[in-house]
Structure formats: C-alpha cells, structure tokens
T-cell receptor, first 115, second 114 residues
C-alpha cells in the first residue's frame, strides 16, 4: 500500500473558523510533510515531522498549527485564516528522517477556500 | 543556493511525438535532481531522481532524464507521448543548508494533442 490519504477533499471556511486537515499513511513511514500549493505554482514546504517530532518549520504563520499524534497521522489545525491562505494543501510521507534523497509519497490534497 | 529553472511554462506535443521538457539547475555542489508529475486534481508523483550514480536515469511511465554537468541540465524525455501524459511536470533540486529539502521549479504544463 503506497497510499497517503487526506481528508477532507474540499473545505470552505470563514476567517473566524477553526478547522483541521487530516493526513494518514500506513506505509510505516517516519517522516511526514505539509506543503501548500497555490494555483499554477509549485508546492512550498510548510512543515516536516520526523519520528513524530517537528523537525522543520518553514517560518509558517502561527494560524497554521501542525500536529503528529502518532507515526501514521498528521494533522494541520487552521485558525483565523486569511483569504490568501486559500490553496491546495498537500501531505506527503517518506521512509525515514526526511532528507531530500528520500522518495516522498504525496496525498491528493485538500483544496481549501477561505472566505 | 540551489535552484532550478524550467524553460517553457506550457508545452504541446502530438500523440506519438517526442516529449522534451527542459530543466536547468544552479548548484555550487553536486546536486540531487528530481522530476515529479502532477495529474489534474492529484498530488505529486516521483518520476525519477538523479543521485550521481548514473547520468542517464530511467523512470516510470517510459520517461528518462540525462544529467549533463557541462550544461547544468536535467531534461526529461519520452520517445512517444500518450494522451495520459498530459499533466504538470516539476523539476526539483535538493537544497543543502542547515537541513535538507527539495526545491521545486515553476513547472511545465504538458498538453498532448490527439
């Protein structure tokens, strides 16, 4: 099974809402990632978890709060977002420590619209 | 700092024709290079990667890429395009600073004309 699943597929939220994105993998991978992708642009790395510990935070605003409850799950908690945060949010996982050489397996993404 | 450029934001080819997607990198050290594909409404999938083992790298779905240090290029090719190849293609390079991560190029949208 080389699948990374993400829920929900689509999310519409207001600027005062609190919502969460969920990502799950059952490949035994120990590194998990959140990316943000605007339309017609490449993905931009947000966070990396390695062995359930946050290893990289790419200076992401605090209105985005990641959480890794266990080695299979990755959440992204959203609060007080801005319309410019509307994007496709991609989750990925890789085998070990999250180095660039590892093959990353991507989920289909959650398309977020902030009104 | 490591970076990649992709010549042509949009490429159209006829079905059965050669696919050539261009990627040039900038790196002060030997890079790791990658090609990813993103089909509509999907996440990214690794096509192939160069890690200095061999300059000609074969990937999935009939794609291959050749690392040319003298040209700082890593162009992606496929001898015969299929309709199913229509997608967004991203070239990427690793960035070595205090930590290691993949930097994506701007992407090339490939259209295949029947």
């Amino acid at each position: 099974d080389t699948e990374v699943t993400q829920t929900p597929k689509h999310l519409v939220m207001g600027m005062t809402n609190k919502k969460s994105l969920k990502c799950e993998q059952h490949m035994g991978h120990r590194a998990m990632y959140w990316y943000k992708q605007k339309a017609k642009k490449p993905p931009e790395l947000m966070f990396v978890y390695s062995y359930e510990k946050l290893s990289i935070n790419e200076s992401v605003p605090s209105r985005f709060s990641p959480e890794c409850p266990n080695s299979s799950l990755l959440n992204l908690h959203l609060h007080a977002l801005q319309p410019e945060d509307s994007a496709l949010y991609l989750c990925a996982s890789s085998q070990g420590t999250g180095t660039a050489l590892e093959t990353q397996y991507f989920g289909p993404g959650t398309r977020l619209l902030v009104l | 700092a490591q970076s990649v450029t992709q010549l042509g934001s949009h490429v159209s080819v006829s079905e059965g024709a050669l696919v050539l997607l261009r990627c040039n990198y900038s790196s002060s050290v030997p890079p790791y290079l990658f090609w990813y594909v993103q089909y509509p409404n999907q996440g990214l999938q690794l096509l192939l990667k160069y890690t200095s083992a061999a300059t000609l790298v074969k990937g999935i779905n009939g794609f291959e890429a050749e690392f040319k240090k003298s040209e700082t290029s890593f162009h992606l090719t496929k001898p015969s395009a299929h309709m199913s190849d229509a997608a967004e293609y991203f070239c990427a390079v690793n960035r070595k600073t205090s930590y290691d991560k993949v930097i994506f190029g701007p992407g090339t949208s490939l259209s295949v004309i029947p």
